[in-house]
Nanobody
């Protein structure tokens, strides 16, 4: 079992900043990629930012220059990743989900999602 927990959502005014954190814990052999996805009202879930343990990262065009994903780092028994969000816009509103991909056991593919954290950008 792998547990994925997000934190840091909330209400912020347009132009403001917010930080999200994701922690993955439990039984896994390795974590290869962690990323953030979001789902706005009436929208499908979309990738926002992703990073791999080899340092490769990607961002959605709509957040480039405004959002920064941290490297994956170990905090005790947890693998964690943060998302720094600046110059927030109303269209950034949505539920932000953390996605974790890796390996369980000898070679079983692992993918797990968190429950999501709500980000509301509004004046």
């Amino acid at each position: 079992q792998v547990q994925v927990e997000e934190s840091g959502g909330g209400l912020v005014q347009p132009g403001g900043s917010l930080s999200l954190s994701c922690a993955a814990s439990g039984s896994f052999s390795s974590i290869n990629t962690m990323g953030w996805y979001r789902q706005g009202p009436g929208d499908t879930r979309e990738a926002v930012a992703r990073i791999s343990t080899n340092g490769m990262f990607s961002y959605a065009d709509s957040v480039k220059g405004r959002f920064t994903i941290s490297r994956i780092f170990r905090d005790g028994a947890k693998e964690t990743v943060d998302l720094q969000m600046t110059m927030l816009r109303e269209e950034d509103t949505g539920v932000y989900y953390c996605n974790v991909q890796g390996v369980q056991g000898l070679s079983s593919r692992l993918e797990a999602w968190g429950q999501g954290t709500l980000v509301t950008v509004s004046s």
